[in-house]
């Protein structure tokens, strides 16, 4: 089977936007839940809508992968999941190592998507050597020590970074020299790679925190609609999500956004 190491995506040489590439594994979710049903064909508006994007877009990004579906007719289902899998480099096998097997990097061990998506986890590493030969979803736990051979032996291309911030870089440095060019941090902490080198980050934290930031946003529209409508009438709290929501501050005025 092929591995990583010697096969890359086709869609950089192809000319795919980054952008279409970042929607393409959400048609493909969408494809695989439609193939599961054995559903054959999909119109185009049927798959933006499970896919959460405008129609249009879909059959502009369906343009560059030169699928162009059948009026009257639609999308072949199975035909698509094959496409989209060999752009995004689905149909051959991805050895990945997770470092930091704490509560984060032990959960995504556990992760059941990985295997079915492509991605094979090849080796679990961390530097406590407590850890060491422990069982984690299976894989029995490696020292950090042993991490270039590790990468080495298995041919991997792609690590995970689960550590904490401070030990991140140190790790990233590590796994770069050891030949990984893709590298997915969930780190809270900003990478430095060298060109050639893809990172992509997950922070939670900053997700939330934009969250928020649209919370209050729309707390205080309502407040000022309200306001608005009951001239200087006491406004009471709005209920989201079953929870109440003061929209005032400590002094009759709706606080500040929190800094990040």
Known sequence: MATGRTHRPATRSRG?????????????????????????????????????VNSAKLRKDF??????????????????????????GLTQ????????????GAALANYGGFASRGFRVAALID?????????????????SDDL???????????????????????????LVAAG???????????????????????DLSIELQILAFHEQRKAGEDAAAAEAGGGSEVVTPAVRGG???DRKGPDGDMPAVMPA
């Open 148 to 174: 270039e051979k590790i990468i080495s032996d298995n041919g991997v291309s792609i690590g995970v970074i689960a550590t904490p911030a401070g030990a991140a870089q140190p790790v990233c440095d590590r």
């Open 16 to 52: 795919i936007p980054e952008a279409t590439v970042a929607r393409l594994p959400l048609y493909l979710r969408a494809l695989t839940g439609l193939s599961e049903r054995s559903v054959p064909t999909v119109s185009s508006e049927e798959l933006a809508a499970a896919a959460g």
């Open 93 to 104: 096998d991805w050895p990945v190592v997770i470092v930091g097997i704490g509560n984060l």
């Open 63 to 88: 343009s560059y992968l030169g699928s162009y579906g059948t009026r009257g007719v639609g999308y072949d289902v199975e035909y698509l999941v094959y496409q989209i899998s060999r752009e995004l």
């Open 243 to 245: 929870a109440a929501v």
């Open 180 to 202: 990984v060019t893709s590298i997915l941090n969930f780190a809270p902490t900003v990478l430095s790679v060298p060109e050639g080198v893809d990172v992509r980050k997950v």
């Open 127 to 143: 530097a406590d050597p407590a850890m060491a030969g422990k069982p984690v979803a299976g894989i029995p736990v490696q020292h």
